[in-house]
Structures are given as C-alpha cells and as structure tokens.
C-alpha cells in the first residue's frame, strides 16, 4: 500500500474494486456493510435553488388570489379606502411594521396600542367639547397626530383636551402594568414604562406637545422653561425626532409669542383663576404620578 508513494489511495480502491474504472471519478464509490468492497452509487449533483426563486414559487398562488378578488370586488375596496377608520388602520400597521423592525412584533403592537388609548383621549375631549376632529393618524417614529377643524374657544378648554391624552394614555399604561404584575411579564411590565414614559414626555411645556398647550393657560413664561429642557435632552441624546420636535416648538412658541397681544389672542387666555389652577394642579400631578411610574417600572434586565 505505501510502496508507490503518493499512490497509496489509487492502489487500495484498485485492489478492492478490480472492476473500477478509472475514468469514473472516486466520489462515486460508497462504503456498505464492514467487510464487503465498496459499491457505485449514480451521482447527482446538487443544485441549490436561489431564496427569491423558491419564495416566488411558495407565494405565486396567493398572489394571483389576491389580484382576483381585488380585481372581482374592486368597487366594495374603493368604498372601504374612503372610510376614516381605514386610513386610521392603515396607518396603525405601517408603524407597527416600522416598531417590529426594531424591538419586535409584540412589543411594537403594544406600543401602538398605548399610542392610541393616549390619542383617544384627546378625541374624546375635543368631541365632547363640540369642536370636530379627525380619527388619529400614526406616523413612524414621531406617534400619532389628531387634527382640529378649529381651536378650542379659549386656553382653559385647550387645557383640557391637552391634559385628556396624558390622563387617559397613563390610565392605559396603569392597566398594562396591572397586567404585567400579575402575569409576571416583563415585556408588558417594560411596555408600561414606556407607555408612562411617552405621556411624561408629552408633557413637556413645548408646543405642539401636550404640556405646551397645557401651559398657555398657566404663563408663557413655561414655554421657555420647556425649551431649554428639550435643548439639555437634544444635546444630551442627539436625535432626528428631538431635534425635528425642538425646531416645531420653537416656531410655535415665536409665533404664539408675537400673538399673545393681539386683540383676539387676549380674549383666547383670559380665563379665570380657579380655572389656571386646575390646570396647574392637574399638570404638575400628573408629573409627579408619572415619575414616580417610571421608577416603579423600571426594569435593570431585557426581557
């Protein structure tokens, strides 16, 4: 078997196999049972199918069904894009699309979900008040919007559709955190904290965020408070949303501002005293209760 040098391999298969052929290549021959000669297998190469080509075979049928309905009941979908609710889902789903990216398809559900208890809150207020608002739209990475056909009649009521989203979006993150403690999960627990997060955020006295309307009933002195706050956090973490955030409250807070002497404008915040101090009272308790959320929510490990 060594005799030959580097042909060791060739004599073995030849001695075992006197019937091989030499032009058939050796990946061919296959060991069987111990102590029988080897035997010839057909070889078939393999050829691995591309991932686009097999997820198009897997998805061509679905596809075509869909097309058909789309095409068979096309007046009803038409009729279904123009209700407000649809635009409404619609953009629910493209931000729970967008969260899932980054913390996944639960959690991201369940941000969207406290996002929209917080919005609903500032659309029950303003329906109860009479002025007519829009279903709430949500935007990617900067929440969700509600859009008034007119303002409330002064700063008192604005108050209160302002303090309505925060109100009823930390009762939602409560409830979350209800049913985190008693499920032992840390992910809804997590939730709630974000959930208390996002409203205490809110409640920073920047238009258009919610404490900025809240405090044009206390004094326009706040809004250059929250400025300042939101230029300390911009610094501290940068980021595309601070900074989008911060360039909009400082144009709103200019515009209101040059405003506030105006004829108009004077009428807008004259409001009684007993009235400023509700909305004072409720804005810093609401600060307080939500902090101390957070710090009761707060979890060191990742779920």
């Known amino acids: 078997m060594g005799g030959s040098g580097g042909h060791g391999y060739d004599e073995t298969v030849s001695s075992v196999t006197p019937q091989h052929d030499p032009e058939r290549p050796r990946y061919e021959l296959d060991p069987v049972e111990e102590g029988e000669p080897f035997a010839y297998r057909d070889y078939e190469p393999i050829h691995p199918r591309g991932r686009f080509r097999e997820l198009a075979t897997k998805l061509w049928a679905p596809i075509a069904g869909l097309g058909y309905l789309l095409f068979k009941f096309k007046a009803a979908i038409l ?57 709430p739209l949500f935007i990617p990475f900067l929440g969700a919007v509600v859009g008034m056909k007119q303002l409330p009649n002064d700063v008192w009521r604005e108050a209160q559709v302002a303090l309505a989203g925060p109100i009823l979006g930390s009762l939602g993150a409560l409830g979350v955190w209800a049913a985190g403690a008693s499920l ?70 200019w515009r209101r501002w040059r405003e506030r002497d105006e004829p108009g404008a004077r009428e807008y915040y004259a409001i009684a005293p007993w009235q400023r101090a509700v909305v004072g009272v409720t804005y810093v308790g609401l600060i307080a209760v939500l902090a101390l959320a957070m710090s009761a929510t707060h979890l060191e490990r990742t779920f």
């Open 79 to 135: 009729a279904v894009f123009k209700l407000k609710i649809f635009a409404t889902s619609a953009s629910m789903l493209v931000s729970i699309a967008a969260y899932a990216w980054i913390w996944g398809w639960r959690f991201a559900v369940g941000f969207v979900l406290l996002l929209f208890v917080h919005e609903l809150g500032h659309v029950l207020e303003l329906r109860r008040q009479g002025v007519p608002a829009t279903a």
């Open 184 to 253: 032992d999960s840390d992910l809804l627990v997590a939730l709630a904290f974000t959930g208390f997060f996002l409203n205490l955020f809110n409640l920073l006295p920047v238009s258009p965020l919610d404490g900025g309307r809240a405090a044009a009933a206390l004094h326009p002195a706040l809004w250059a408070v929250g400025l300042a706050l939101l230029l300390g956090l911009t610094l501290l973490y940068p980021n595309p949303i601070l900074i989008l955030v911060l360039l909009i409250g400082g144009l709103e807070v």
